[in-house]
């Protein structure tokens, strides 16, 4: 429309200028070159100098009107290539959930080949090809998650999470490293870099992340935080100790027993510690944890000190006390019997294991170890009977160890559990409680 009326009032600009033309006849020289010209009249001067601005105006509008026409077209089309792309997207959502994901990959594939920077169908394509094994496809996606919004730290985590499964825990902590010094205080990062470096041993780095989260939450924090926190305390104390600085993982471990008495590897290690140049300080150590814990580790611990430093009456004695301090405490009396049937004091053994069994009867430990007994006096049928009794237990004179979080069961105790990685869980298996009547002959 603006060329029309542009173009019509150049034909009345012309006419008029045609009409003036006639009236002044008037010749004037227009040189065109240095020795070159031509008479035109004033009028045919001025009517071709409007002439050629208006046709350099009516040739910009034109220019202009077709670019922005062009312009139009092309942005239509586009977003009639972006609406196709979202409902491809759409499309793929719904064959997620029908599980059909191969073809969901490849509906959102070509969408964001139209859409690249479609967020729902980045997340939905990371998704899926997790889903389908493809890790790291499901990578170059969150990555182009985490270009598009920076401050999204959904996919940093996605991310790290991924890396890891990818078995490459060193991009994992690169990842999480960059939460951490974009965010500052961010307990989620820290918990998942603290689970890395225990994933590889790294007992120190770990017990600095959860140092960190520990201070952060104060009074807040859970029973769990401030049970690792104390396993990471005495995992840095044997650190220290496997680096030779003897005095200072001695202090950390005497810090951790005062702090919480209950947990039993900080005794075990002390008095492990101790025992090359002070025997009596590792048998009061292994003394205390018992006292603190009731845990028969102890008692274990502190038989084969004894025997080893060849002081079998001192640990008679310290039985003797122990049943006087805990008279009704079936440990006591049970190991009492145990240690008495290791050194071939039959008859004491059987004293001590019957009042076991009195305590507890149906206990498979104390079957067995009776059983064992009455054997090596030679009563056999008693030593059947017990034996019968004891046969879940599989006859087994070492009494195992059961961690007391996924019940996976050792006959040596350990700090931490080799299945489940938890520190202080193992817990003595004495057996079920499979039967009620006693077999023991009066």
């Not at 056999?380 to 009794?389: K, L, V």
Request: charged residues 30%.
């Amino acid at each position: 429309m603006a060329i029309r009326l542009l173009f019509l009032l150049f034909v009345v600009i012309l006419v008029a200028f045609s009409y003036i033309s006639l009236l002044n006849g008037q010749h004037v020289p227009f040189y065109y070159s240095a020795t070159r010209q031509v008479e035109v009249t004033v009028s045919e001067l001025a009517i071709l100098s409007f002439s050629l601005g208006a046709a350099m105006v009516i040739l910009g509008t034109l220019v202009k009107d077709v670019t922005s026409a062009s312009r139009t077209w092309r942005e239509r089309r586009e977003k009639q290539r972006r609406d196709a792309a979202k409902a491809r997207a759409a499309r793929a959502a719904e064959l997620v959930q029908r599980g059909m994901l191969q073809e969901a990959a490849r509906e959102l594939t070509r969408s964001l080949s139209v859409n690249p920077d479609d967020r729902e169908a980045l997340d939905l394509l990371a998704a899926a090809q997790e889903e389908l094994g493809n890790p790291l496809e499901a990578v170059k996606a969150l990555t182009r998650v985490k270009q598009i919004e920076p401050s999204d730290l959904s996919a940093y985590f996605r991310l790290a999470r991924l890396y890891r499964k990818m078995n490459d825990p060193e991009a994992a902590l690169s990842v999480l490293s960059a939460v951490e010094s974009t965010e500052g205080e961010n307990p989620r990062a820290w918990e998942e870099i603290r689970d890395i470096h225990l994933s590889r041993g790294e007992m120190v780095s770990a017990y600095n992340e959860q140092k960190k989260l520990m201070k952060l939450r104060g009074k807040d924090a859970s029973a769990a935080d401030h049970a690792l926190f104390t396993a990471l305390r005495y995992e840095k104390a044997l650190v220290r100790l496997a680096q030779g600085k003897a005095d200072d993982a001695e202090r950390r471990l005497r810090d951790v027993i005062k702090d919480d008495p209950s947990f039993c590897p900080s005794h075990a290690a002390l008095s492990e510690h101790l025992r090359g140049r002070d025997v009596e300080a590792a048998t009061e150590i292994l003394l205390q944890g018992f006292r603190a814990t009731r845990n028969p580790i102890f008692l274990i611990r502190l038989e084969d000190l004894c025997v080893e430093t060849e002081r079998p009456q001192a640990m008679i004695r310290i039985y003797s006390h122990l049943q006087r301090e805990f008279p009704s405490d079936y440990d006591v009396n049970l190991f009492t019997g145990k240690f008495f049937l290791r050194l071939e004091m039959i008859d004491e053994a059987l004293e001590q294991l019957l009042k076991a069994e009195t305590l507890d009867p149906d206990r498979e430990s104390v079957n067995v170890l009776l059983a064992e007994a009455f054997r090596r006096r030679g009563r056999y049928e008693s030593a059947s009977q017990h034996y019968q009794r004891a046969y879940g237990y599989k006859r087994r004179y070492l009494i195992p160890f059961r961690c007391q979080r996924c019940g996976s069961s050792t006959i040596k105790w350990t700090a931490r559990c080799l299945s489940c990685g938890g520190w202080n869980t193992y817990a003595i298996d004495h057996g079920s409680r499979e039967y009620a009547i006693s077999a023991t002959p009066r």
